[in-house]
């Protein structure tokens, strides 16, 4: 009852945006409610058409956590937005593409299916991984005492920079990936036909997922990561090498970014130049979903976005009688980006702070 | 404290030269495959010398051989003899040949096209300096280990005889990438005569090119040897005196500029509507970001704003079918403009500065995707856009194509940059700067930095908007295809490069940034490359900008200021002083 008897004071900015968040809610509640009683004479989806959205949500969720991690380790760490880590990640998956043309073409794919995406993520997470060093190394370490805009207009650049190196190094088409069989077809989990690629990201992205929290919060690196993220010149005093285990922090989360590469491949079979922005963008807001700077928001948050930019574009539009709602799926990550980060900028774990 | 210096260790010396030069080469590599090199080898610098392409490849050597003996100061070492200095710029040459040769080798025997396209037989040939086979791999490492011995040479000269050699070499290199708009500016006149001493094949002529360097080159020594005394009789002239000149010049630019697209030509104008454009953003974001401190990624929403309100208001074609006059309907596109600014502001401004980035993206891909999506298409007209513009009228005259449109769009980057100034120097900016600062402290001040913020917005989008509707009526249509997130990062690097919060560095950022890359075609394709690279360098190397504002340069070499005054109170340690004197 406390904040009936001492009401916070209203300001104007306030009252805007209590006035935003109801619209929100009402438009969300209108929207789902006209979809799902197909009152406007909207197509209705099936309930298989339903479950299979949310599968694929959580599929492509699942690499937006990969990546969501790489941004909030970062973040947790040196308190600024790494923002060309979609480039890092595009980086990887551009190279898994030559590997997998390679693999592809020795054979060794079709003959031994499950070596071939060892060999494949592998390749990639170490070519991510060394992005993400020497983009420390070069553009990050010289800026650690700047005012806190330089970092961010210096990672802007670096993206633009990677971007375009890898379209002039490569060339600007799009090339489809040669997939292999053993990731084709569906398999059947308690009587779900399940797409075998998604299962595959899913499984691979928990095994990642569950191997960084290990390494995390069970290893001497992990407890010298937290320690810097804590204090940095404490960390240095306690004999810790701050540089070090900030290239380290990089360096997993090049890692963790290369393998999304490959997986996202694996559910859109397409590389190119420009595709690590969209998916960047998303898996930080991802990240800031769950409260930027926390490992296990960073998974949820990355679930989350990934189920309701696959359901959310048809539950909410289709209701009201807009055409083509697939063509506004980014416009819903973007929405939620920008109401996320104007309503809980501290996410969904995160706690409230100053 | 540079007296207690060690002696100079040859190896280490040696080693870090031979380390930048194999940078200096993998860069050549990294040009080459990317394709810059072959891309600039159609572009002459010195027609029958030097092209653009392997200058480029040239100058990054140039560079290593050159910064390789220079010693960072945390070594502690003395200064190298001049003997080593040589030897390392000449080491240096060496490594990049050897970086060099083996690509050119692997370039030459494998076919590597099918992953990397630019690594062909072309640019081998352009590499081994149009030469076969071992020839050609000599003729590679004979050129690096020249540029090794230049860089060499370099470092023996006194630097006051060094700067006006380097000012005439990139005077040389700078009028010969002007080509495009000289040569225009000549044969407009119609002075084929002078156009055909000046250049030939897009490249300066041997003898041009030697009249720009000797003139840069006396002029840079007159500079350095008898600068000072000019200056001081200068300084001695009387106030009026000065004043007169000053009118005088301010004059003549004047002239200049209302009869400069006569002199320029259609084309040349277009570029220059554009630049004018981008002029008139760089001044709206950069009173958003420069003066108030807020990073604004989705500037480009303003941009799209301004061109679809003047579009709607004034097509007939468009879903509301108006039609009304440019004129009348600028004023109604700038108070739709504040009012955006403020609703986009107003919600976001709690943000702290790298949040409130990525939320303006958010809303510019946002704004570009509903004007782009079927949803909308009845009012905005879809992929399609909306066509038939008409262009602004005053009185009978038409304002139609590029000379006409020039001298409005002049207008009002004057009347901006005039705005801008004022607002700078008025409470208003002083606030802004105080707010930038500490906006804690502002606050406390009594400073309401909620109000200023969105002012800030307002404005910053009044701007963007009128820049939009010139967009609108330059080229008849609007469509959402190149209203994307490149708008927004093209405005911001012409202000980082030129200065946040500087004037003069927006109006030189977009001439550099936005006008270069129109008249070469070459840099066009490595548009975005660059500006990531200016963005990425100025922020390493020079975080306030090519022509900065003074409060911002201060500001950023405060915190550096500071932490130098540590070291040297760490070294002071050294000598017995007490590092950290506590009163």
């Not at chain 1, 969300?28 to 309930?47: D, F, H, I, K, R």
């Not at chain 1, 709602?325 to 995160?350: C, E, H, K």
């Not at chain 2, 104008?269 to 420069?290: A, D, R």
């Not at chain 2, 879903?319 to 006059?325: E, I, K, V």
Request: charged letters at 15%; a positive charge.
């Amino acid at each position: 009852m406390r904040f009936l008897s001492r009401p916070e004071r209203l300001t104007r900015l306030g009252v805007i945006l209590w006035a935003l968040r109801i619209a929100l809610i009402a438009f969300v509640v209108a929207g789902s409610y006209a979809t799902l009683s197909g009152a406007s004479g909207s197509p209705v989806l099936s309930p298989e058409g339903w479950r299979d959205l949310i599968i694929f949500g959580i599929a492509q969720g699942s690499v937006y956590a990969l990546i969501a991690l790489g941004y909030t380790l970062v973040y947790g760490i040196l308190f600024m937005i790494n923002f060309a880590h979609g480039e890092i990640f595009m980086a990887g998956a551009f190279t898994g593409f030559f590997v997998a043309v390679a693999l592809a073409e020795e054979g060794i794919m079709e003959a031994n299916p499950v070596l071939g995406i060892v060999i494949l993520l592998l390749s990639s997470m170490i070519t991510s991984m060394i992005v993400a060093v020497l983009l420390e190394r070069i553009a990050y370490r010289p800026l650690r005492r700047a005012p806190r805009l330089v970092p961010l207009i210096t990672a802007i650049g670096a993206s633009l920079v990677l971007q375009y190196s890898f379209r002039g190094i490569y060339g600007s088409g799009v090339r489809a990936y040669p997939l292999p069989d053993a990731i084709r077809g569906r398999v059947e989990i308690l009587g779900i036909p399940i797409l075998r690629s998604q299962l595959i990201v899913v499984i691979a992205a928990v095994l990642l997922m569950f191997a960084l929290y290990y390494l995390v919060e069970r290893t001497r690196t992990g407890r010298s990561m937290r320690a810097v993220s804590e204090d940095k010149e404490v960390a240095a005093l306690m004999g810790i090498n701050v540089d070090r285990t900030i290239a380290t922090t990089f360096a997993i989360g090049g890692l963790l970014a290369g393998a999304a590469g490959v997986l996202y491949v694996f559910i859109f079979n397409q590389v190119s130049f420009a595709m690590g922005f969209l998916p960047g963008i998303k898996a930080f807001t991802a990240a800031v979903l769950g409260g930027i700077g926390n490992i296990v928001g960073a998974m949820l948050g990355g679930l989350t976005l990934g189920i309701l930019e696959s359901v959310g574009p048809f539950l909410l539009l289709s209701g009201f009688g807009v055409p083509s709602t697939n063509q506004l799926r980014d416009v819903i990550a973007f929405s939620m980006l920008v109401i996320v980060l104007i309503f809980r900028p501290y996410g969904i774990l995160g706690r409230k702070e100053s | 404290m540079n007296e207690r210096r060690r002696p100079v260790d040859p190896r280490l010396v040696l080693k870090r030269a031979a380390g930048m030069g194999a940078i200096a080469g993998l860069v050549g590599v990294y040009l080459s495959l990317v394709g810059i090199v072959e891309r600039f080898e159609t572009r002459n610098v010195v027609t029958g010398v030097v092209t653009l392409g392997l200058l480029t490849v040239a100058i990054a050597i140039l560079v290593a051989a050159f910064v390789a003996p220079r010693l960072p100061r945390a070594w502690g070492m003395a200064e190298p003899s001049r003997g080593l200095k040589f030897a390392a710029s000449l080491l240096a040459g060496a490594a990049a040949a050897a970086v060099l040769v083996l690509f050119l080798i692997a370039v030459e025997s494998l076919d590597l096209r099918d992953i990397f396209p630019n690594a062909s037989p072309s640019l081998a040939r352009i590499l081994s300096l149009g030469m076969d086979g071992p020839t050609g791999w000599a003729a590679l490492a004979a050129m690096c280990l020249a540029i090794g011995a230049i860089a060499g040479a370099l470092h023996a000269l006194r630097s006051r005889d060094r700067q006006p050699l380097v000012a005439a070499m990139a005077a040389v290199l700078l009028v010969s990438l002007m080509e495009p708009f000289l040569n225009n500016v000549f044969l407009q006149l119609r002075q084929n005569a002078l156009a055909g001493f000046v250049y030939e094949r897009s490249g300066l002529t041997i003898p041009a090119a030697l009249l720009v360097f000797f003139v840069v080159l006396a002029v840079g020594a007159f500079e350095t040897y008898r600068g000072e005394q000019a200056r001081e009789r200068v300084d001695s002239l009387p106030e009026a005196t000065r004043r007169n000149v000053k009118y005088v010049t301010l004059f003549f630019v004047g002239v200049l500029l209302l009869i400069l697209p006569h002199l320029m030509g259609v084309f040349l104008s277009e570029v220059v509507g554009t630049v004018g454009l981008y002029i008139l953003m760089g001044l709206g974001l950069n009173i958003v970001v420069g003066y108030a401190g807020l990073l604004d990624l989705g500037y480009v929403a303003f941009f799209a704003v301004g061109a679809y309100a003047t579009a709607l208001l004034t097509s007939p074609a468009s879903s509301l079918g108006l039609g009304l006059d440019f004129w009348i309907a600028l004023p109604i596109v700038m108070v739709i403009a504040a009012i955006t600014g403020i609703t986009i502001g107003a919600p976001v401004l709690r943000l702290r500065g790298d949040y409130l980035a990525i939320v303006t993206l958010g809303f510019g891909e946002i704004v570009r995707i509903l004007l782009l999506s079927d949803a909308l298409r009845p009012i905005f007209g879809g992929a399609q856009g909306i066509l038939a513009i008409p262009p602004p009228e005053i009185g009978d005259l038409r304002l139609a194509g590029p000379v006409n449109l020039y001298y409005p769009i002049l207008a009002f980057v004057i009347l901006g940059a005039f705005v801008a100034w004022t607002l700078a120097n008025s409470r208003i900016g002083r606030a802004w700067n105080a707010m930038r600062e500490d906006e804690e402290v502002a606050a406390a001040t009594g400073i309401n930095t909620t109000n200023y913020k969105l002012l800030a917005f307002a404005i910053g989008a009044v701007f963007g908007c009128v820049a939009g509707a010139f967009l609108s009526v330059k080229i008849g249509v609007v469509f959402p295809q190149r209203l994307d997130i490149l708008v927004s990062i093209t405005v911001l690097s012409l202000i980082i490069l030129g200065g946040m919060g500087s004037i003069r560095g927006v109006i030189l950022g977009a001439f550099v940034l936005v006008g270069l890359p129109e008249l070469l075609r070459e840099f066009a394709e490595y548009r975005l490359l660059i500006y990531g690279g200016v963005l990425v360098t100025m922020m390493l190397l020079r975080p306030e900008g090519l022509l900065p504002n003074r409060s911002r340069q201060r500001e950023l070499h405060e915190e550096h200021d500071a932490e130098e005054t540590q070291y040297q109170q760490r070294a002071g340690g050294d000598t017995g002083a007490p590092a950290i004197s506590t009163p």
